[in-house]
């Protein structure tokens, strides 16, 4: 049985899988690469056949009708029989040192006596164009080499949360969540972060800067006039976010309030390109957001209408919205996110 299934959602990705691809071959005999084109219209679909032709042992090329990210996703959690899954973004390649040593670590934890449900790792933006690399790191809110359980996990600051390229989940827990993540809807890597997380009982996390998150092309998800044009799809994760929490009979305080932080984080995102996009109809957006959370969930909703990015986001008038943008564009060049 394969250690890890790293699934690749592409779609028109012929100018830069490759890289990608190239990057996870050198996992070897031990992973599981599922190449998912996700009804690509360019050389995608050939170029993941001939990479399953010459690598039959290690690749595998699965082909659908367009469905979105996510349904790639779903996709390849689907065909994975690697006993640890992970996301690769077409765009995003991995470093070879720190991929030997995340195998490595996966063997030893898979022959040990406790099932480790979530690995953890760093990633690296690579943003264009700068010089200096950002690194997602968790080594201060972490502990580090061991074993451990959401009681050990620290505080984590508002612009350190768990992300899709840090995460390698147990395949069979993603089966048991019953995880299916929305067709033709961007930004569902934050339910994929998400989600799941209430049964996750054991983590571990290895200080590697493995994924490489490149960002910086116009056309990217995350370019922040993508994202006020798919403003709709950003709302709809949102909403689903709030109703994966509100389903959660929480058990750990520690685990609920980072949910709850990072529903934080998502609620303000939304918020802010809501008020970027400066229409009176995005406005009515914003209020009807806040009144779903409400109506939801009322403890949900006091903890971030009133938390310091929900009181920033909500500052009255003009003038209130000119502090927030200008405090959300301090905490851009800051952090270093598109």
């Known amino acids: 049985m394969k250690i890890l299934s790293i699934a690749i959602p592409c779609y028109n990705s012929e100018a830069y899988m490759e890289k990608c691809v190239d990057s996870l071959l050198a996992g070897g005999?031990?992973?599981?690469?599922l190449i998912v084109d996700d009804g690509s219209s360019d050389r995608t679909a050939e170029i993941a056949d001939a990479y399953a032709e010459k690598y039959p042992s290690i690749v595998k090329a699965i082909h659908q009708e367009n469905g979105g990210h996510g349904q790639?996703?779903?996709a390849g959690i689907r065909n994975a029989t690697g006993l640890y899954f992970k996301v690769v973004d077409s765009d995003d390649w991995v470093n070879k040192e720190a991929y030997e040593k995340i195998l490595q670590t996966l063997e030893e934890l898979i022959r040990g006596p406790k099932t480790v449900d979530l690995l953890i790792s760093n990633f690296v933006y690579e943003k264009q164009g700068a010089t200096r690399k950002k690194v997602m790191q968790y080594r201060h809110c972490l502990p580090q080499n061991e074993i451990f359980g959401w009681d050990a996990v620290k505080h984590m600051p508002k612009g350190k949360y768990l992300l899709m390229h840090s995460m390698i989940y147990r395949t069979k827990l993603l089966h048991d969540c019953g995880l299916e993540l929305p067709k033709h809807t961007f930004y569902v890597d934050n339910l994929f972060?998400?989600?799941p997380l209430p049964?996750?009982?054991?983590?571990?996390?290895?200080?590697?800067?493995?994924?490489?998150?490149f960002i910086g092309r116009d056309d990217q998800s995350?370019?922040?006039k993508v994202m006020i044009r798919r403003i709709d799809q950003q709302i709809r994760v949102n909403k689903l976010m709030v109703d994966a929490f509100h389903k959660v009979k929480f058990t750990n305080k520690r685990l609920r309030a980072y949910m709850v932080s990072y529903l934080d984080i998502i609620t303000t995102i939304?918020?802010?390109?809501?008020?970027?996009?400066?229409s009176k109809e995005?406005?009515?957006k914003k209020k009807e957001l806040l009144e779903y959370i409400r109506e939801q969930d009322r403890w949900l909703y006091r903890r971030l209408r009133y938390s310091l990015f929900g009181n920033a986001s909500n500052l009255p008038g003009r003038g209130g919205r000119k502090v927030f943008v200008t405090g959300y564009k301090i905490c851009q060049k800051f952090y270093g996110f598109n």
């Not at 005999?29 to 690469?33: G, S, W």
């Not at 009982?201 to 490489?212: A, C, G, K, S």
């Not at 939304?270 to 400066?278: A, E, N, T």
């Open 199 to 213: 049964y996750v009982e054991n983590l571990y996390y290895l200080d590697v800067n493995f994924y490489r998150y």
């Open 270 to 278: 939304s918020s802010i390109m809501l008020i970027r996009s400066g």
């Open 72 to 74: 790639a996703v779903n």
């Open 29 to 33: 005999e031990n992973v599981e690469i």
């Open 222 to 224: 995350v370019n922040e």
């Open 282 to 284: 995005a406005l009515e």
């Open 193 to 195: 972060a998400f989600e």
